[in-house]
């Protein structure tokens, strides 16, 4: 039955189109989130998301795909907000209203936008249904260069994430490492929003990471769980809109929710998930 | 003191007339040690003392190579300090562990390891053989398997402590490693590190609140205050005299019961900055909002 069930849903060519987006995504947006959680700039990820719908919406106004706007404007943000501190306070005031302003700006360029309205929920809410094989390779490349970049600055990464003291004293360029990484958030945000759209990242970036590490205690173990869970959740979540016709990105944040409240409960009741490193307590 | 600087062979830790400022950046810098000379030798353990603000931290900075001296020249190891030296490990005072972090104690100890280089971050073998050799000289071994969130403060402190003897330092800078621990854990870690470095003839500068937390295990006790810096044996320095000048008023140095008390009219000067600063009950992951009074002291 359910075999049925995939094979037909695999018929279409717009649902393998989907499922191939959404894994790509998936995959960077759990790895690349591991790290947002393990440095707690969870915030940061939610920040960048609202100020990419600015860039989006102002790219299409000037007859741009919304994709490069997103990347241009969440990764200089990305990289304004290294340079401004170390870490991300989320009781920032400040930053709250940049991000409402930049929100804000959105709605300004798609209200000189008025030729495609359907854009505004698209780019807030995520369009994996509409994804051609253009942007599959798209996110493909994006995804790429995102964990090959993330691969070059991970060994001093972890070490200014967990020890910024002594990582400083030791010679990490800490600064440095702070803003390359936010500029590898706002890519992995950029490819994130494409699935499930700006407003929803949190559903991809910190929803799966933060339920690894609540299984997995392992540095290696915690960012395959992470990737995993990312794209089980991206996957089951496009299965279930399939068969209910409830929006993509609805099912997917759901997922989310549940694996992460699931991971918090006393003893986990998936036992296949808890990967081995879990160990004695 | 400044004798000991002809023994160049011998000296792990040189200060020629040195003179260091902290807050040089918004160009309020404020002195902390004035023209101050001094000589470390080879396997000595010294407890470094003195009231906040005093330039314990700040001392410890410019060993590392992470502030330049304003005047004076530092040797350390037989060379100008240099940021990032595998020689010397350090415990820095200021320790942001976030509570509920989830990772376990090996990848934390592990993120040290050849930290500042580039790329992917695999262990090898003899890596992973030194971290367990490392963590069970000092009776943690059974925290590599456990994230760091279930841990004790003690806990942690030994973690930390197995991180700054990774790699068999000849030099050792602990910057209050005593803060948020039990007494009786107090004196374990002042045991444990005592042992280490006596084993390996590790010179160790070890910062302290309270004078009778180390009393034991020093050789010599540098007290640094109002500029100024002390170096020699507890009964040369933790004297009436030289304190006075250090804490820039007059202090009276009581013997009682095997501990020895630093008075200033009456009050104890290192029990009350104690109180003053950590009273407020550590428990673990929160250390870094405590004090951040001297955090570049």
């Not at chain 2, 007059?250 to 900055?273: K, Q, T």
């Amino acid at each position: 039955m359910a075999i049925i069930t995939i094979t037909a849903m695999l018929e279409y060519d717009f649902m393998r189109n989907a499922f191939a987006a959404a894994g790509v995504a998936a995959i960077v947006s759990g790895v690349v989130g591991y790290f947002l959680v393990l440095r707690g700039q969870t915030f940061a990820g939610h920040a960048l998301g609202h100020i990419g719908f600015a860039g989006a919406t102002g790219a299409v106004l000037i007859g741009l795909a919304p994709l490069w706007g997103l990347i241009g404007f969440t990764v200089a943000a990305g990289i304004g907000m290294g340079l401004m501190g170390e870490r991300l306070s989320g009781r920032d005031v400040a930053i709250g209203v940049v991000l409402a302003l930049a929100l804000g700006f959105g709605l300004l360029f798609l209200h000189y936008y008025t030729a495609f309205a359907s854009q505004a929920t698209a780019l807030l809410f995520g369009d994996v249904l509409a994804v051609d094989r253009g942007m599959i390779a798209t996110l493909a490349g994006l995804g790429a260069v995102t964990l090959a970049a993330l691969a070059a600055i991970m060994r001093p990464l972890i070490f200014a994430s967990l020890q910024p003291e002594l990582a400083e004293a030791k010679g990490v360029p800490v600064r440095f490492v702070s803003v390359a990484f936010l500029a590898i958030v706002a890519l992995a945000v950029s490819e994130s929003a494409q699935i499930v759209g700006v407003l929803l990242v949190f559903a991809l970036m910190v929803g799966p990471p933060a339920t690894a590490q609540r299984l997995a205690s392992g540095l290696w173990s915690g960012i395959a769980l992470s990737a995993t869970i990312a794209l089980l959740e991206a996957w089951l979540g496009i299965a279930m809109a399939y068969e209910t016709d409830w929006p993509v990105s609805f099912c997917i944040s759901l997922l989310s929710a549940l694996g992460y409240f699931l991971s918090r409960l006393p003893r986990p009741t998936r036992p296949g998930m808890v990967a081995p490193e879990q160990g004695a307590r | 003191m400044t004798a000991d600087l002809k023994d160049a062979g011998g000296n792990v830790i040189e200060l020629d007339h040195v003179t260091l400022a902290v807050g040089g950046r918004d160009g309020l810098a404020r002195n902390v040690l004035i023209d101050v000379s001094l000589a470390i030798r080879r396997g000595e353990f010294i407890g470094v003392l003195g009231p906040n603000g005093a330039g314990k931290t700040t001392l410890m900075r410019a060993i590392l190579g992470l502030i330049a001296p304003r005047a004076g020249r530092i040797r350390v190891l037989s060379r100008p300090p240099r940021r990032g030296d595998a020689g010397i490990g350090y415990l820095p005072q200021v320790r942001t562990v976030q509570p509920d972090l989830r990772v376990r104690g090996l990848d934390f100890i592990a993120s040290s390891v050849r930290g500042e280089r580039w790329g992917v971050p695999l262990l090898s073998r003899a890596d992973l053989m030194t971290i367990e050799k490392t963590l069970a000289a000092v009776g943690a071994l059974d925290l590599s398997r456990r994230p760091l969130a279930d841990m004790s403060g003690g806990e942690r402190q030994r973690l930390l402590l197995a991180q700054a003897l990774l790699g068999e330092p000849q030099l050792l800078l602990l910057d209050e490693p005593l803060i948020s621990l039990d007494y009786h854990y107090q004196e374990a870690v002042v045991d444990l590190v005592r042992g280490f470095a006596r084993e390996r003839n590790i010179t160790v500068l070890f910062s302290a609140h309270e004078l009778n937390q180390l009393v034991g295990a020093l050789d010599r006790v540098l007290y640094l205050g109002n500029g100024h810096a002390a170096l020699g044996t507890v009964p040369e320095v933790v004297t009436a005299p030289v304190l006075s000048k250090l804490y820039g008023a007059p202090i009276d140095v009581v013997h009682a019961a095997g501990n020895i008390f630093v008075l200033s009219r009456g009050r104890d000067v290192e029990r009350s900055d104690h109180l003053h600063d950590h009273g407020d009950g550590h428990d673990h992951g929160h250390e870094h909002g405590h004090h951040h009074d001297h955090r570049h002291a």
